[in-house]
């Protein structure tokens, strides 16, 4: 039989650490190098594990955990009141990303409004959405 510190102990000593997580998290964040570098080489066996969830319907399993309400008050009492402050963190990436966007808009030539609503689509949504296909990824 394999000795643990228990259940009881092991609570007691997560809940211990929740004030010290945010400093021992920023401390290994600064003590991280080359991780782009490191993320890159790594991708091989990336695609390799999230073919095997894939293959093994992982997420769905981990979903199935969840029920609706437990899901949605772990969204409402933890993601509700983060979202802000990641917004506003975000907000010079959101700024150059979106001008990107607005700029490439901006950008395409579409045909005259007509009568025809399937034509206005072809000459109209359809330059728009392959400006936007065309500029994904960059």
Same mark, same amino acid.
């Given at each position: ?6 259940? /009881? ?8 650490? &929740? ?8 401390? %290994? ?6 991780? !782009? *570098? ?9 695609? !390799?594990?999230? @073919?095997?969830?894939? =293959?093994?319907? @992982? ?7 969840? /029920? ?14 983060? &979202? ?5 963190? *975000?907000? %010079? ?9 607005? =700029? ?5 030539? &579409?045909?005259?409004? @007509?009568?025809?609503?399937? *034509?206005?689509?072809? %000459? ?9 296909? *065309?500029?994904?990824?960059?």
């Amino acid at each position: 039989m394999v000795k643990t510190k228990g259940l /009881s102990a092991t609570q007691k000593n997560w809940e211990a650490g &929740i004030g010290r997580a945010p400093a021992k998290y920023a401390e %290994g964040v600064k003590n991280t190098n080359d991780w !782009q *570098a490191k993320a890159i080489q790594g991708e091989d066996l990336f695609g !390799q594990k999230m @073919s095997e969830a894939i =293959s093994n319907k @992982s997420r769905a399993a981990g979903i199935s955990k969840v /029920s609706d309400s437990e899901w949605q008050s772990a969204a409402l009492n933890k993601g509700a009141s983060r &979202i802000g402050p990641g917004m506003t963190a *975000a907000k %010079g990436k959101f700024n150059t990303g979106i001008a990107k966007v607005i =700029s490439t808009i901006e950008g395409v030539s &579409i045909a005259p409004r @007509s009568a025809d609503p399937m *034509a206005n689509v072809d %000459g109209r949504v359809k330059p728009i959405v392959a400006a936007l296909h *065309a500029i994904k990824g960059k």
